[in-house]
């Protein structure tokens, strides 16, 4: 038996988002952060990747109902199943009736699987969507992501530049040969 098979079209929705909130909370968790450009470096990644789950998510379920076009959930609250009517007669007309009635079972079921069909693609579009905008977001989240590293980039070559001379003044009080000329006797 499948583990998916009693999850309602609301429930994978659901579920959507549930994994969406999962991944996203691992990317907040980690070391503490000390500057508020990683804390909105970490804020800007953490979402940046629930919109990812979220439309991989939402893919996902597609391709669950691709794989599962006949499934009846699909038509909850929808069209309506046809029933065969079954035909009966006297004992001279029961091989006939009996051949009608199973023509009629095959034609009424295939009429059902047209409708569940008709159900999976009408139900496909809310997913699909779904997907469309979380990929329409990741463009100004990439973009967000980017400006915030280069900003913390920018402080890292500021705190080199201040380690460099601090080590540089540190050398210096030693009678220590400045650090570049150092580099360039070695060479």
Do not use: C
């Not at 609250?77 to 079972?105: H, R, V, W, Y």
């Not at 100004?140 to 920018?154: D, G, K, N, S, T």
């Not at 460099?164 to 003044?169: C, K, N, Q, V």
């Amino acid at each position: 038996m499948e583990m998916l098979s009693d999850f309602s079209v609301d429930t994978f929705k659901n579920l959507v988002w549930v994994a969406a909130f999962i991944v996203g909370g691992f990317f907040v968790i980690g070391a503490p952060v000390s500057s508020a450009w990683k804390i909105a470096a970490r804020a800007a990644n953490a979402l940046l990747a629930a919109t990812v789950s979220y439309a991989v998510a939402n893919l996902a379920v597609v391709f669950y109902i691709l794989a599962h076009l006949t499934d009846p959930r699909w038509s909850v609250g929808k069209d309506p199943t046809l029933d065969s009517p079954e035909l009966s007669a006297g004992p001279f007309f029961q091989s006939i009736t009996d051949t009608l009635n199973d023509i009629l079972s095959s034609l009424t079921g295939s009429l059902n699987n047209v409708i569940a069909l008709k159900n999976a693609f009408s139900t496909m579009p809310d997913f699909i969507i779904a997907a469309g905008w979380a990929f329409l977001l990741l463009l100004p989240l990439v973009i967000a992501v980017r400006i915030i590293a280069w900003f913390i980039e920018r402080d890292q070559v500021k705190q080199i530049e201040r380690n460099t001379r601090d080590l540089a003044d540190i050398r210096a009080q030693f009678g220590l040969a400045p650090f570049k000329d150092a580099a360039r006797s070695r060479s």
